[in-house]
């Protein structure tokens, strides 16, 4: 197709070799009318009325491919490697971290671990709950003992009629199941931990922060190190919650793939930031 601006005419060359004349007032597109676009419209005569443009698949392919944002995304996934790294790092952020088998199966992301965590942190309290009760009873039976002793020697048999053994012997008893029960009851620090698993959405936040500071050119070195170290602590905290969760030999959560992904490229990030390792596409 020709087209003249001055005159608002043109000519469209058909598929049956002929040309017709048309006017601008036939254009029926907000598209601006230019010379070598591909169209379609009716004939009458020798004139071309109801004229629209067309635009093929690979036309369309070829100019998407040459779009500003198109060829700057493609420079910085072939040019650095935190660019590519962070989109990596937020597309784990939506996978399987934790594997819940109390859940039937159910797969939680980062950012869906909302209620397993609720669930961990009210059987930790629980727990607590029922590990000061024993304390307490525990505290009150040896001071029962100990009183016992002061006054009349460990030898003392206690009991009826005696026949319960000594004080001696029951306090050590009593020592010993202390000691039992309270290497049943969680370990504190983990169930502390839980107080911190709101540190996992730090993951895509920084992720997507550090897109956007790639994405204007500002420096990523700072912003990469700090998503990368993110990784390592949403890792451990998400190991923390699979140990809270362990029932005698068997485990009612496991780490998904998500969870190895995002302490992969976490990793990954933090070489990157420190030089160590560069985008292979990367051209010397």
Known sequence: MGFTTSSGTGTIAGEDGNRYGFSQAEWRSDQTIASGVAVD?????????????????????????????????????????????????????LMPAINSIALGGQSLSLLSLGPVVTELADEAKAERAAAASDAKDFSEREQQLQKVIATSGP?????????????????????????????????????????????????????????????????????????????????????????LAAVGDSATLTLGFGAWIVLLTGIALILAARGKIANPLATA
């Open 155 to 243: 030898a003392t048999p206690i009991g009826m009629f005696g026949s319960g053994g000594t004080a001696g012997d029951a306090l050590k008893e009593l020592q010993d199941e202390r000691e039992k029960v309270a290497a049943s009851h969680p370990g504190h620090w983990g169930t502390f931990l839980l107080n911190f698993m709101w540190l996992v959405f730090a993951v895509p936040l920084l992720a997507l922060a550090l897109m956007v500071i790639s994405w204007t050119g500002r420096p990523s070195r700072a912003i990469a190190l700090l998503a990368g170290i993110s990784t390592l602590i949403a890792f451990g905290l998400l190991w923390n919650l699979t140990a």
């Open 41 to 93: 419209f009716e004939r009458r005569g020798s004139e071309a009325v109801g004229v629209y443009p067309v635009t093929d698949f690979g036309t369309g392919m070829a100019a998407l491919a040459a779009s500003p944002a198109l060829v700057k995304a493609r420079a910085l996934a072939t040019t650095t490697l935190t660019f590519p790294l962070a989109i990596v790092l937020l597309l784990a952020s």
